[in-house]
């Protein structure tokens, strides 16, 4: 396999932005790769735009997608995606530090689905991964018809669009835990990093957000709602 993997990051922390950049591009030999950046921080975009200049020419792709009124996580998750080019689609954050291999060790694991078109759920050193992977990489056809062509869905505030996507692809019978490839989560209630204001945010998401997933749940994963990408 050697089509373009495309890292789809919507970022609020410049620090931790550098940190999943040069992490994500130094743990894999893996080429070619796409960072696909989608903030509203004049900082991180300055963060993104120093990475690139350290890269060698041709080395990997930089995009930026940058809007001031860009209303949180979600929308600007399925900004990455339509501006994204790849034939992998990485759904990525700004606080994941991928271990040694972690593209090569997924790759493999798409000769179990049929057309090799599938979800590869990482393992991010917190969760049991057979009951929620935080982290994946999808054929693009995968995330346009199981996701329905986006990576987040418009119907929660900021949490479950990682769990949604899980219980699509365990529906369609396109889903397996990599669980030898690593992406390991800093998350501070794993106390791995001090929360902060954008946490906040995320912790008081949580209950209205699990409402709506369990609503939808009933309804089976309704795709009630526009694609963002349908190529």
Known sequence: MSGTVSFCIP??????LMRTLKASLSNTKYRPLEFVIATESEMVLRKAMDFQKELKEGEVIVKYSFD??????NVAWNDALKISV?????FWSDDVVPHEGYIEKAMP???RFPSGIGYVGFN???????NLTTFYIAHREHVIKVNHGVLAYPHYQRIYNDTES??????AGRWVWAEDAVTEHMHPAARKREADEWDKLMTAAM?????????RLALGFPNDFEPVITE
């Open 11 to 16: 970022s609020v922390r410049p620090d931790g």
């Open 207 to 215: 209950q209205p957000d699990g409402v709506e997933f369990n609503r």
């Open 166 to 171: 899980m219980y699509r692809a365990k529906n």
């Open 109 to 111: 694991y798409f000769e």
């Open 68 to 73: 001031h009124e860009r209303g949180g996580p």
């Open 86 to 90: 790849g034939e992998y689609i990485c």
């Open 124 to 130: 991010d050193m917190i969760n049991n991964g057979n």
